[in-house]
């Protein structure tokens, strides 16, 4: 339906555009990116992508404004050099705790977001494990909300699970910490976290982790205040050993810090954005994720079910 395939590195995770662009054994598409000095972007393309399937995979990470607006500054590159249809890839999604009007006079922030991709002339998007699968549908264009819970499953399947639990940090994390119990065969725990004044929270466990291997399961780690204090409450209910699997390794100041004296066996985590060195502790996993994208963007381009790579 559409022409050539053509990967564009948006910038913000060079190192897992080459590694889906080597996957799909397609070079990336020449591209400038550059800031003046007055911190305007400008974008231009090396050569035409006229007729041709684009993908441009960026996610919206740190530094994150500058993120949005080169994507959408390239959706409107290659809308312009009259591309056949172009995919904004977002293997990390900004903004998605912005999901609900839940205080008054606040904005929705991913809506708002999904309608700025829209506007700049995407056709379709991607991403992986939003905050809220709600989000997907504040797109008017089609896209695809793709989970690594698979990738997460098949690296705890290589340990001892004849005596663990999956533990879901917090109520919100309930819903997607039972599915990934239910792929490993696990039973779920969760966490219950009440505010007790303007400063402190107290944490009560429902159901058992003791003498049991813990893991907690949520969809990103930003400050690691939550599981951090899920790691704590584990622990001194008895838990044998903690471990943490999650998808967006954000690690905001003072993520690192506080995972450091967490004491967690393994953290394990997928590269949808980027872990520099200067947080890459020794407990941590960094599984990658490029295969996975580069078999669901084939999957796109040749429009064949995208849901069979997780048997849906």
Known sequence: MYGELVIINGGAHPALAQEIADCLQTPLHGVEI??????????????????????????????????????????????????????????????????????????????????????????????????????????????????????????????????????????????????FAELLDLPLAIIEKRRRDAHTEALTLIGDAAGMDAIIFDDEVDTAGTVCNGAALLKASGARRVFLAATHPLFSPPAIERLQSAGFDEIVVINTVPVPAEKMLPNLTVLPVGSFLAKIIGRIHEGRSVGELINE
């Open 34 to 179: 550059k800031k003046f000095a007055n911190e305007n972007i400008y974008v231009q393309l090396r050569s035409s992508v006229r007729s041709r399937d684009v993908f441009i995979i960026q996610p919206t990470c740190v530094p994150v404004s500058d993120s949005i607006l080169t994507l959408l500054i390239l959706i409107d590159t290659v809308r312009r050099d009259s591309a056949g249809r172009i995919t904004a890839v977002m293997p990390y999604f900004a903004y998605g705790r912005s999901d609900k009007k839940d205080q008054p006079r606040t904005p929705i922030t991913a809506r708002l977001m999904a309608d700025l991709i829209t506007t700049a002339g995407a056709d379709r998007f991607l991403t992986l494990d939003l905050h809220a699968s709600q989000i997907a549908g504040f797109f008017s264009i089609p896209g695809d909300e793709m989970t690594t819970r698979i990738l997460l499953r098949d690296h705890f399947r290589n340990k001892d699970l004849s005596n663990s639990v999956v533990v879901a940090p917090d109520e919100g994390a309930s819903k997607r910490a039972r599915k």
